[in-house]
């Protein structure tokens, strides 16, 4: 439940800062990149570098978020193997 609603703050908040943004900058700005140029607002520049920033960050912890559940799950593997393991060498065998 504080996931959701943590999410949805921050999701409002975005929108916020994106609203703030583009509202006070409404400059036209030449855009150079690797391939060719062109004219943007400042506002909407900045709302897609934010926005591919947000996107690229959210990429790069849910990659470490996944490597760590992954871990988390081959070590709890490895202890319910161990463990069983433990049982079978401490229970007397009965011949």
């Known amino acids: 439940m504080v ?18 943004v583009g509202a006070n900058n409404d400059q036209l700005i030449t855009f150079n990149y690797i391939i060719a140029q062109s004219e943007l607002r400042l506002s909407t520049l ?3 570098l934010f926005g591919l920033g947000l996107i690229s960050g959210w990429l790069v912890t849910g990659i470490f978020y996944l490597k760590i559940k992954l ?13 069983q393991q433990i049982i079978e060498l401490t229970t007397p065998k009965v011949e």
Do not use: D, G
């Open 71 to 83: 871990q988390n799950i081959a070590l709890n593997r490895r202890v319910k193997r161990q463990s």
């Open 46 to 48: 900045v709302a897609i």
């Open 3 to 20: 996931k959701y609603i943590l999410s949805i703050l921050i999701v409002i908040t975005v929108i916020i800062v994106a609203i703030t």
